[in-house]
């Protein structure tokens, strides 16, 4: 492409030379506007920019549908600004190893969808923008055939501590749980724990009501699967996406595209897609909320809550 811009550039040199014998005002405008087409020509076009997402753990996981289509929503937002992009799967990895690879800088722009702790918003480089809309702060549970009598006479908060719930590997809600007196048993198996609360060895599964029919609808079919519709907790749990601190022009992309699309209303409308059929299902306003704190996001920048979802 560039020899034969150069080819055709010599051509017009020779018919600006020719026309200067004649007009020399022509020329000047002729003279001017190969300037401009050189400049263009010779100036670097947009390279194509890799993200990296997090894969599904497995083939019934829907849980990142939502994170990969809302990330790629921010970059398409911004094509114009930063140019073209490419979006690529990380392995399949734990939310553990997930942090590891980010703190490590393993893969291109990789962006996980995290928890907010003051330490990581000290250590990694994030967007300032909660991809839930809080809504997967309010957890109800999958119940164990033997609580399930027990949970509906759970009236407080110290009669469900006696539940033991379940968690998987590098969930930040092991902390926060744990924190509030709850019995945690950890897993590093996400389908396992679903098989876990249904044979009785754990009492209940957490999970955030934007997510959960979406599991119920998958694992019933699979195994005997109860869901509780008596109580649920809430405890404030925004979520960002978090990347190293070395991406810097990877984050103001993303927070730009993040903030076009809340502005525009196309955020919201992938949010509705993917969870208010969810959040409606489990029909909160009838169930008992028991509030829990989260000790780890004291002191952070509260402006995120102005973008929460009410339920």
């Given at each position: ?122 250590e990694l480089g994030y967007v300032p923008f909660p991809i839930h809309m809080g809504i997967i702060g309010y957890r109800v549970f999958f119940v164990s055939p ?119 209303g196309s955020l919201l409308r992938l949010w509705e897609n993917y969870y208010l059929d969810s959040v409606s299902r489990v029909n909160l306003p009838e169930r ?24």
């Amino acid at each position: 492409m560039a020899k034969t811009f150069c080819k055709h550039f010599m051509k017009i040199k020779l018919v600006v030379r020719q026309v200067s014998l004649i007009d020399h005002g022509l020329a000047v405008k002729l003279r001017f506007a190969v300037l401009v087409l050189a400049f263009f020509a010779e100036a670097p076009a947009f390279s194509e920019t890799i993200f990296t997402h997090l894969s599904p753990a497995t083939k019934d996981d829907t849980r990142q549908g939502y994170h990969i289509e809302l990330l790629s929503l921010a970059l398409e937002k911004t094509v114009d600004k930063y140019g073209p992009y490419r979006l690529v799967p990380a392995p399949v990895m734990n939310a553990a190893r997930s942090m590891s690879s980010v703190r490590d800088n393993l893969y291109p722009n990789f962006f996980v969808n995290e928890q907010v702790t003051a330490k990581r918003l000290e250590e990694l480089g994030y967007v300032p923008f909660p991809i839930h809309m809080g809504i997967i702060g309010y957890r109800v549970f999958f119940v164990s055939p033997k609580a399930k009598q027990k949970i509906n006479k759970a009236i407080s908060l110290e009669q469900l501590k006696k539940f033991s719930i379940g968690q998987g590997l590098g969930w930040g809600d092991i902390d926060i749980l744990k924190s509030n007196g709850f019995t945690v048993i950890v897993a590093n198996n996400y389908e396992g724990l679903f098989e876990m609360v249904a044979s009785n060895r754990i009492d209940l599964l957490a999970r955030g009501v934007n997510e959960v029919m979406g599991e119920f609808d998958t694992f019933k079919r699979q195994i005997d699967l109860h869901l509780d519709e008596s109580v649920a907790i809430y405890y404030p749990l925004p979520r960002y996406f978090f990347t190293h601190q070395s991406n810097v022009t990877a984050i103001q992309r993303v927070t730009e595209g993040l903030f076009a699309a809340y502005e525009d209303g196309s955020l919201l409308r992938l949010w509705e897609n993917y969870y208010l059929d969810s959040v409606s299902r489990v029909n909160l306003p009838e169930r008992v909320i028991f509030k829990l704190d989260n000790p780890f996001i004291e002191g952070i920048d509260k402006s995120y809550e102005k973008y929460l979802y009410k339920p």
